[in-house]
């Protein structure tokens, strides 16, 4: 099926790896995480209107709840969905409450949210995205931290070398994650790495990220702690006294955000707060959509047009903290 006219489409290849398998989950359709998922634009870039749905080879796909969580099983590798590319300001997000969760710009008090430049960090320092088919339940209190979910897809941090496009489908291999408690919610920051990067197949376990990145995790530490502060916010706080915690430990949080996501997609969650739950592939979930249902609501948004101007000087503009006495200088 070709998208209608006002759509921009980009193909997105997600190359398969050997011995493909997938959790017991019932998807109508299995092969979908290996084929080519395309982005459609649409509305304006830097409005409120823009968004970018996910098409795969039946139609329209949701990014939280159609690709695949697993890449492959055995070899423990995850797809990733590129939400922000690294070096970029706009705050991109997967738009959980909308009807196949297109990506859209995050908005704050009416207007369009760009992360500050906090010295000497510019936008954001990797690639930043989510697991699909993940849920970090704000019912249920995490054991470890002791806070409730932030009610999102799992965060990932892909560290590779190559800057990534937005609506990108990576297959990550997850080295570690850092559990940041952002304003009393547990919101864990998995750190990955693109499989097809050159030093992904030197890099195995958390350990060896500052063997083959010094300073990176020290970067990312500081990077979540500050990057509200201009905003008038306090700090952030991580558990673990900031330590990362190792892959092993990374895969259980994994498992059990997508058995959080199982119960979501299946409405059998004490409370789904407000989650748009509509998919296509998977068999038995209460707001599975038809593909003529889901091409009707990607018709249903705004047609492509221009790109808005922005103001380059604000996103650009350089803020210097003083983490120790908390203050933006």
Request: proline letters at 7%; one cysteine or more; a negative charge.
């Amino acid at each position: 099926m070709l998208p209608c006219c006002g759509s921009r489409v980009l193909l997105n290849l997600l190359v398969p790896s050997k011995s493909l398998k997938f959790p017991a989950l019932c998807l109508s359709s299995r092969l979908l995480g290996t084929m080519a998922y395309q982005t459609i634009e649409r509305g304006s870039p830097n409005t409120l209107d823009y968004r970018i749905y996910f098409k795969g080879p039946q139609g329209p796909v949701s990014p939280f709840h159609d690709i695949p969580l697993f890449a492959n099983t055995e070899n423990k590798t995850f797809n990733m969905v590129v939400e922000v590319p690294r070096w970029t300001n706009a705050k991109m997000e997967i738009a959980t409450k909308e009807k196949l969760n297109p990506i859209k710009q995050d908005v704050k008090k009416g207007k369009l949210r760009y992360v500050a430049n906090c010295f000497p960090h510019k936008g954001y320092i990797w690639n930043y995205g989510a697991l699909p088919q993940t849920w970090e339940d704000p019912n249920c209190k995490d054991e470890s931290t002791q806070c409730m979910g932030d009610n999102d897809p799992i965060d990932v941090c892909e560290i590779g070398h190559r800057v990534k496009r937005r609506g990108e489908v990576v297959q990550v291999k997850v080295l570690g994650t850092l559990a940041l408690i952002d304003e009393g919610e547990t919101d864990w920051k998995l750190i990955a790495v693109d499989v097809e990067d050159p030093m992904a197949k030197e890099m195995d376990d958390i350990q060896d990220v500052e063997k083959k990145f010094p300073g990176l995790l020290t970067a990312t530490v500081e990077w979540f702690k500050i990057y509200k502060m201009p905003d008038g916010k306090p700090p952030n706080t991580f558990a673990f006294n900031d330590e990362a915690k190792d892959r092993d430990f990374a895969h259980k949080i994994i498992e059990e955000t997508h058995t959080h996501w199982k119960a979501l997609i299946n409405k059998t969650v004490q409370d789904t707060k407000g989650l748009a739950i509509a998919n296509v592939s998977v068999e038995g979930s209460p707001e599975k959509l038809s593909a003529a249902d889901a091409q009707a609501a990607v018709d249903a948004s705004p047609e492509l047009k221009p790109a808005e101007k922005i103001d380059s000087a604000t996103i650009d503009k350089w803020y210097f903290i003083d983490l120790k006495n908390k203050s933006v200088l």
